[in-house]
């Protein structure tokens, strides 16, 4: 949060987000962007008072009749941004929101049509309010990083923004003793830990906080913001399970919380917009996105590309969760190429609850099981054998445990043995002890928290246990605590992470990178239950949660230490150097291989050296652009009227600056495409690399020139690569690498991709029937059934 000035010229990307709120009518939210301000533009013409009082006019004119209405009764107005909360009379809300010296702007309301962008000067595009979803101490030993070599200094000079659900600042993730004063480039607030009335903030703290920052009950903004960067705390755990050393991975950076998302789990895009402004004023470095949509936009029209864009050209980094929708392909979100998309990985730890029947059968089930039955066995019931009739439930519903579908008389006292997974609350309501659920999909690689003794089980081992019920006159089981069990298979990307392709830009490979996911240990909010169960009443200070939201601030983080170690580097640099050097995955465990991991396990110190960088700047993201097709609508990405386009010839993506190489091929058509790359020396001052090819059957690369030296450090080499083969049809994923060696130990790898498409789908699969206003809410943390990794089907 900028202080004192709020609305002062430093902030780059937007004035103010508030919804004029008629209470007699409900009305569908639009953004009315505004762009950038061209510098020296003083007219009075060009000022948001009275550009907005034009608008208004407008809508007193007949555009809309009841806002009209509205307005001239002076109702009171929301304000909705991460700035501005509360209630404000409306001629107040114009001179001290609206300030002129806000260099770029917009506004969200209620009642504006969308072709106001053709009757308007001024207005860039008008854009509607969609609702996003969030995507949620073992994790940073696993990936090789157990403390950083850069020292609190470096790593104190680092900002991580997160746009998330606020934080709770009592945690001892976030504890201030013997951190430095926050570095002079932070233009915010400092806020102090205490949450009495009258605390005072603190000139040396570690978390820098926005205004209204505190959690809602959900506890995931505090989970993603102490893993990048929480303070060490000793003896943390989740009810005594996965004890030990809780840390983020840069833990003497700051953080800054942008509170985006809300109790209903709602994040709107113009909170989205209004934070990346707040956050690209106050001086941040990197950005930690863990919200996606659940379906593809164009770019245009997404506010997280909008607004990482502007992140972009202020040198600032954002890092985004690939989303919760896998293992179905095409469903990544955050597909922009001038962010960092990240799938979420195992760690080598696991979570494990066995089932013993009362046969002496003991079944592994995947649970985070901290209720201890004493080896106490009880009677055991399928769901289906306790059909609610009274409510109408039959034993197929009965089966599957569905809310209100339990007779409690035949529950009570019970395990229940269900057809599918389920929060539990069922079950404790109709009185059970306990619950055992069947899942294909649920009892593969990751865990959940339960408010009652709970496992689950595969579907094989679920027929083993009606089986032994059916065959047994008192049949009876107990579920055990749950135990850490090395993962053996690990790292493998998790089921439940979003895949590529890119849906919008299939010649850009994403996700970018991988990281850890699944089940992750770290700070809770006391106020947001442990468990599946919304009412489940018992707190905790730490907990262990999954999703793409988790895997995400750990490569925010892994971004920050090679910010730390290098702070004139880019975001494209920055980028680059991770993923290059990221550690190669197991493709024999992966049947979409790059399509799942991208580049690879992040390894954040090699990250430090990477030899060689794949830069690129606005101008390219800009060409990117143009040949993608946004010629006409170039300015709505970048709200700057000077952004034009040279030419609006379509092209491909081939010479965009990228880490990685995507060559999607339609159906029937030869493989054939030709890219060019330029990398910078950041290595060694005098050099030679010799490239290094994988390459994939029946696909022939080739490089030019093989060979690159450079004699200075910031040299930069232009090198194609070409690739050619056979027509090919229905071909899945074929993936192969190209590494520039050193034989110093540098190793810059970027992955090849060539797989089908469908004809006429080279720029990315349709979204014009899907730019309609929905309704989407966040996906994760896991927990929570509507929104999180259970909701996901």
């Known amino acids: 949060m900028a202080k004192a000035g709020l609305l002062s010229l430093l902030c780059p990307l937007l004035a103010a987000a508030f919804l004029v709120h008629c209470h007699a009518s409900?009305?569908?939210?639009?953004?009315?962007?505004?762009?950038?301000?061209?510098?020296?533009?003083?007219?009075?013409?060009?000022?948001?008072?009275?550009?907005?009082?034009?608008i208004m006019g407008r809508l007193e004119a007949g555009l809309n009749v009841d806002l009209a209405r509205c307005y001239k009764t002076r109702t009171n107005i929301v304000a909705l941004s991460?700035?501005?909360?509360?209630?404000?009379?409306?001629?107040?809300?114009?001179?001290?929101?609206?300030?002129?010296?806000?260099?770029?702007?917009?506004?969200?309301?209620?009642?504006?049509?969308?072709?106001?962008?053709?009757?308007?000067?001024?207005?860039?595009?008008?854009?509607?309010?969609?609702?996003?979803?969030?995507?949620?101490?073992?994790?940073?030993?696993?990936v090789g990083f157990s403390k950083g070599k850069l020292g609190a200094p470096l790593e104190g000079d680092v900002v991580i923004g997160l746009l998330d659900t606020g934080i709770w600042p009592e945690s001892d993730s976030f504890n201030d003793e013997g951190m430095s004063a926050p570095p002079a480039k932070?233009?915010?607030?400092?806020?102090?830990?205490?949450?009495?009335?009258?605390?005072?903030?603190?000139?040396?703290?570690?978390?820098?906080?926005?205004?209204?920052?505190?959690e809602i009950?959900?506890?995931h903004g505090t989970h993603t913001s102490s893993t990048a960067a929480g303070?060490?705390?000793?003896?943390?755990?989740?009810?005594?399970?996965?004890?030990?050393?809780?840390?983020?991975?840069?833990?003497?950076?700051?953080?800054?919380?942008?509170?985006?998302?809300?109790?209903?789990?709602?994040?709107?895009?113009?909170?989205?917009?209004?934070?990346?402004?707040?956050?690209?004023?106050?001086?941040?470095?990197?950005?930690?996105?863990?919200?996606?949509?659940?379906?593809?936009?164009?770019?245009?029209?997404?506010?997280?590309a909008i607004g990482s864009f502007?992140?972009?050209?202020?040198?600032?980094?954002?890092?985004?969760?690939?989303?919760?929708?896998?293992?179905?392909?095409?469903?990544?979100?955050?597909?922009?190429?001038?962010?960092?998309?990240?799938?979420?990985?195992?760690?080598?730890?696991?979570?494990?609850?066995?089932?013993?029947?009362?046969?002496?059968?003991?079944?592994?089930?995947?649970?985070?099981?901290?209720?201890?039955?004493?080896?106490?066995?009880?009677?055991l019931i399928w769901g289906g054998d306790a059909a609610n009739f009274s409510a109408g439930a039959s034993p197929a519903i009965a089966g599957f445990c569905s809310p209100g579908a339990l007779n409690s008389y035949k529950v009570e006292r019970k395990i229940v043995l269900c057809d599918a997974m389920v929060t539990g609350s069922q079950i404790l309501i109709a009185n059970g002890v306990g619950v055992i659920m069947s899942s294909s999909f649920y009892s593969v690689d990751f865990a959940f928290s339960f408010p009652l003794p709970a496992a689950v089980i595969s579907n094989e081992d679920r027929v083993k246990v009606l089986n032994y019920i059916r065959t047994t006159e008192n049949p009876i089981a107990t579920i055990l605590v749950a135990q850490g069990w090395k993962d053996v298979m690990a790292a493998s990307v998790v089921s439940f992470s979003s895949r590529g392709p890119n849906p919008v830009t299939p010649d850009i490979l994403k996700p970018d990178i991988t990281a850890p996911g699944a089940d992750i240990l770290a700070a809770w909010s006391p106020l947001a239950p442990p468990s599946t169960d919304p009412k489940d009443t018992r707190r905790v200070n730490f907990n262990i949660i999954s999703g793409t939201s988790m895997s995400c601030p750990?490569?925010?983080?892994?971004?920050?230490?090679?910010?730390?170690?290098?702070?004139?580097?880019?975001?494209?640099?920055?980028?680059?150097?991770?993923?290059?050097?990221?550690?190669?995955?197991?493709p024999g465990k992966h049947v979409d291989l790059e399509f799942s991991y991208g580049s690879g396990q992040i390894n954040p110190e090699r990250a430090l050296n990477p030899g060689l960088v794949y830069d690129a700047s606005e101008a390219d993201y800009i060409n990117f652009l143009c040949k993608q097709g946004y010629s006409t609508t170039l300015r709505r990405i970048t709200g700057s009227n000077s952004s034009v386009c040279n030419s609006t010839t379509p092209g491909r993506a081939w010479d965009l600056n990228y880490p990685s190489f995507a060559l999607a091929v339609e159906d029937g058509q030869p493989i054939q495409g030709v890219f060019t790359r330029t990398v910078t020396n950041v290595g060694n001052s005098s050099s030679t690399y010799t490239v290094s090819v994988s390459t994939p059957y029946p696909v022939s690369i080739t490089v030019e020139p093989p060979v690159l030296t450079f004699s200075e450090i910031g040299e930069m080499k232009t090198f194609t690569v070409k690739l050619f083969g056979p027509q090919i049809a229905q071909q899945p994923i074929m993936s192969g690498a190209i590494t520039w060696k050193d034989g110093n130990?540098?190793?810059?790898?970027?992955?090849?991709?060539?797989?089908?498409?469908?004809?006429?789908?080279?720029?990315?699969?349709?979204?014009?029937s899907m730019t309609a206003q929905k309704t989407v809410k966040f996906e994760g943390p896991s927990m929570y059934l509507k929104t999180g990794i259970l909701g996901r089907n």
């Open 231 to 304: 303070r060490e705390v000793q003896g943390a755990s989740y009810f005594n399970l996965a004890e030990g050393v809780a840390r983020g991975g840069v833990p003497n950076a700051r953080i800054a919380m942008y509170k985006v998302c809300w109790s209903s789990g709602l994040c709107s895009s113009a909170d989205i917009l209004a934070a990346y402004d707040d956050a690209i004023a106050d001086g941040v470095d990197i950005i930690s996105v863990s919200l996606g949509f659940h379906f593809p936009i164009p770019y245009m029209v997404d506010p997280i």
């Open 82 to 142: 991460s700035r501005i909360y509360g209630f404000v009379e409306l001629e107040n809300f114009l001179s001290a929101v609206l300030n002129p010296l806000k260099s770029v702007w917009y506004i969200a309301m209620e009642g504006v049509s969308m072709d106001l962008r053709q009757e308007m000067e001024g207005v860039v595009s008008v854009i509607p309010d969609r609702i996003l979803k969030l995507h949620t101490t073992r994790s940073w030993d696993f």
């Open 186 to 214: 932070w233009k915010g607030k400092c806020v102090a830990k205490s949450l009495e009335p009258g605390g005072t903030t603190a000139g040396t703290c570690l978390t820098l906080l926005t205004s209204h920052p505190l």
């Open 745 to 768: 130990g540098h190793e810059v790898r970027s992955p090849v991709v060539v797989y089908n498409i469908l004809p006429g789908l080279e720029n990315g699969i349709p979204t014009s």
């Open 217 to 219: 009950p959900m506890g």
């Open 26 to 54: 409900e009305r569908k939210v639009h953004i009315v962007y505004m762009g950038e301000r061209r510098q020296g533009d003083s007219s009075p013409a060009s000022t948001p008072d009275s550009m907005l009082a034009g």
């Open 554 to 586: 750990h490569a925010s983080a892994a971004a920050a230490y090679v910010k730390a170690g290098h702070p004139n580097w880019s975001p494209a640099a920055i980028k680059s150097a991770l993923m290059t050097t990221a550690t190669i995955m197991e």
């Open 310 to 379: 502007h992140a972009m050209k202020n040198g600032i980094l954002t890092v985004n969760s690939a989303g919760n929708s896998g293992p179905d392909p095409y469903s990544v979100s955050n597909y922009a190429p001038w962010t960092m998309t990240v799938a979420a990985n195992t760690i080598d730890r696991k979570f494990v609850a066995q089932v013993v029947l009362g046969n002496g059968q003991v079944l592994s089930g995947l649970s985070i099981n901290n209720f201890d039955l004493n080896g106490t066995t009880y009677p």
